[in-house]
């Protein structure tokens, strides 16, 4: 089986408890891809030096964060030094952990996206120059490489982001091909969950977010209301209606995820006795493929 688990970025969330589980799986024998977020500690550098975090809302009600190229540049040291830092502490638990991003090899790619749809004050702008990206293509024959040779992926935004080419840039006749060249690659922000989901998908592997909380919950402000398993449409669009605020990109991630070929998906407290096992054992909120909608469906 393969692991793939995402490291929450919340300050609530310690990542020893998930490293200490990874090198626990990986002298068992599984193989594991740790992918890892950063938007919190973004946020407290980005402060530390005066900068105020700009988060936008798209007219689908979606809240993302508006990537400028300032922005982009802390965005980049950080997540270098949490990357860094994760690998170090997996080596220190035995493991041979190597740190990826999605540019090194191209590993996440895809179309960078400049200009956004965004609602202001109730009206609906176009907002440029941000760094900021979708994934469409992920390098599996990198991380496969990296598996058969006994290593343990840490990967993390940012991912590869193709620039558009400019106008008078474009093929000038109807004779001319597309060239391989089209755009310059730059490095873009993009959503750790969903980097998560796509490398799962890549792999057909099983998906672990791990986050602050004990899973999704019917009544956010009731633990008692855990929703364990996810294996309907129906049990699916009661996933949706429950999953509110940042608990909804994590559900986007996951249908993503299961679309694109996991087995399963595992919402689940990082901060559980050995929380990746523990999800894998039953913990948490279980999504199935059988639960999401297929294309006929929607």
């Known amino acids: 089986m393969t692991v793939v ?10 990542p020893e408890g998930a490293l200490a589980d990874v090198a626990s799986l990986v002298e068992d024998g599984e193989d594991v891809v740790v992918v890892h977020g950063g938007s919190t500690a973004v946020d407290d550098t ?3 030096m005066d900068i105020e975090p700009e988060y936008v809302e798209t007219p689908s009600g979606v809240v993302g964060r508006f990537t400028d190229e300032e922005t982009m540049e802390v965005f980049e040291m950080v997540f270098g030094h949490l990357n860094t830092q994760l690998v170090a ?6 493991v041979d952990a190597v740190g990826l991003n999605g540019v090194d090899g191209k590993l996440l790619a895809g179309p960078r996206k400049s200009a956004v749809r965004v609602v202001e004050d109730g009206k609906r702008k176009i907002r440029r120059g941000d760094h900021s990206g979708s994934i469409k293509e992920v390098n599996d024959e990198l ?15 940012p991912m590869a982001g193709r620039e558009a080419r400019s106008p008078s840039e474009q093929p000038s006749g109807d004779d001319e091909e597309p060239r391989d060249d089209d755009g310059a690659w730059l ?8 980097s998560a989901a796509a490398i799962a998908g ?8 791990l986050t602050d909380v004990a899973g999704v919950h ?14 309907s449409g129906a049990d699916w669009a009661a996933l949706e209606d ?3 605020g940042f608990m909804g990109r994590k559900i986007m991630a996951v249908e993503e995820a299961l679309t694109d070929g996991a087995p399963e998906a595992v919402v689940a407290d990082a901060n559980a006795d050995a929380p990746i096992s523990s999800a894998l054992e039953g913990s948490g909120t279980h999504v199935y493929q059988t639960a999401v909608p297929t294309e006929a469906e929607q």
Request: hydrophobic share 40%; no cysteine.
């Open 5 to 14: 688990v995402k490291v929450g970025g919340a300050r609530a969330v310690d």
């Open 89 to 94: 502490g997996l080596q220190s638990q035995g």
């Open 218 to 231: 019917a009544d956010p402000d009731d633990p008692e209301t855990l929703i364990e398993s996810v294996e």
């Open 202 to 209: 890549a792999l057909d592997a099983t998906l672990v977010l």
């Open 242 to 244: 429950a999953a509110e």
């Open 143 to 157: 991380l496969y490489t990296l598996l058969d040779d006994g290593y343990t992926p840490v990967a993390g935004p």
């Open 187 to 194: 490095p873009v922000n993009t959503d750790a969950d969903r």
């Open 46 to 48: 980005l402060e530390r």
